[in-house]
């Protein structure tokens, strides 16, 4: 197995543990970063199971793939026309706690980029 195949296969690996915690209640949505064959893959793999999906170009050879809720899929549709570092401090809040990232983090760093932004 070449290095490029067992990082997929870790990439794979990953991917079909998150779809164990959605499928358990543990997670709401997911956001996984993979090449543009992957993302083709675990697509396929969603659709089988009936688990809703977005996918968001990174460059030209990666994509940004979101699953979960249908609720948490609507409103990442709403900011996925720009990169993630573009993300509003609100949105990166809401994306954040979506993902299940640690809230009072998710405060700080909320905090942290709205007075960056009033300095700008």
């Known amino acids: 197995m070449s290095a490029q195949e067992f990082a997929r296969f870790g990439e794979m690996k990953m991917f079909m543990h998150h779809i164990y915690e959605f499928k358990k209640g543990i997670r709401s949505l997911v956001l996984c970063t ?55 401090p609100e949105e990166d809040f809401m994306l954040g706690a979506m993902l299940g990232y640690d809230i009072a983090q998710q405060c700080e760093r909320f905090c942290s980029r709205r007075a960056r932004a009033a300095a700008v």
């Open 34 to 88: 993979m090449c543009r064959t992957c993302a083709d893959l675990v697509a396929e793999r969603l659709r089988g199971q009936g688990i809703g999906y977005v996918v968001q170009e990174v460059d030209g050879r990666r994509v940004n793939l979101y699953f979960g809720k249908q609720a948490c899929l609507d409103a990442v549709r709403t900011f996925v026309h720009k990169p993630l570092n573009r993300l509003t």
